[in-house]
């Protein structure tokens, strides 16, 4: 046999050696750690425009807002319950979920409902006039609507333009002891400024009844108006205006009024 030659040889495994070293580079960009790194980093970048978990969820309303429901009262021709909507603290909508019914109760719930839901959201609070032929239910209204009130929460600052010194806060006197019954006097101060008075307690039963309804909704509208316990006694009802004087006194002392 023949030989190879040696240079033959050299050459042979030279040609092998280029081969191997071109099948290598050839293979290297699928296995090179920074290429597969930026390959495996392309999904996991936010598309553009994409909103972050915090800006895509869609916050609470803001306090002060929403529906509220007040309690039920008991009347002497039927229940009584109001829902109000509320945007930043105010009354937007209220009506009367539950409504004396039956025989001529339909009718004085037809006549005076309506009514007192307009009053509620042009008065904001629950200082309304009852409804004439009306009276239980008209009474049964404001107290459900109170409690409605009371539960909405305070409109945050942020959120009305308001600082802490201008929130409305709520304040009661003490009860004042008169010769037909017990008077006491809720306010709501806006700025040390009074915007809502109110009798939670009040003289009642027979004559005090009428006394009553003559006397305070006249006596609320005075203390708004004078911002002070320095205010006229309703004609009539002698007793009940010095007790709800010194109730309204005491409310305004707790304020620092």
Do not use: C
């Not at 409305?168 to 306010?187: E, F, K, L, N, S």
């Amino acid at each position: 046999m023949r030989k190879s030659h040696p240079v033959r040889r050299v050459v042979l495994a030279t040609a092998a050696t280029v081969s191997g070293v071109v099948l290598l580079l050839s293979l290297k960009p699928a296995s090179d750690p920074a290429a597969a790194s930026a390959a495996g980093a392309a999904p996991r970048a936010p598309a553009a425009g994409q909103e972050s978990p915090q800006g895509g969820a869609r916050g609470a309303a803001p306090a002060g807002s929403g529906t509220v429901t007040g309690d039920a009262v008991r009347t002497q021709y039927g229940a009584v319950q109001v829902r109000l909507t509320v945007s930043a603290g105010k009354i937007t909508k209220a009506e009367a979920v539950q409504a004396p019914k039956g025989g001529l109760s339909d009718q004085k719930t037809q006549l005076a409902v309506p009514r007192l839901n307009q009053e509620a959201v042009a008065a904001g609070t629950a200082d309304i006039d009852a409804v004439s032929g009306a009276t239980y239910t008209s009474e049964g209204y404001k107290k459900s609507l109170q409690s409605a009130l009371d539960k909405v929460e305070p409109a945050s600052p942020g959120t009305s333009g308001t600082t802490g010194s201008t929130q409305a806060r709520t304040v009661t006197g003490q009860t004042a002891q008169t010769q037909y019954g017990p008077v006491q006097v809720r306010i709501t101060l806006t700025a040390g400024k009074i915007t809502k008075a109110e009798a939670v307690q009040a003289p009642k039963g027979g004559l005090s009844d009428q006394k009553t309804q003559l006397a305070v909704p006249r006596l609320n509208q005075e203390a708004v108006a004078a911002g002070t316990a320095d205010i006229d006694s309703v004609s009539g009802a002698t007793y009940t205006s010095t007790g709800y004087r010194q109730s309204l006194q005491s409310a305004l002392d707790q304020a620092g009024g």
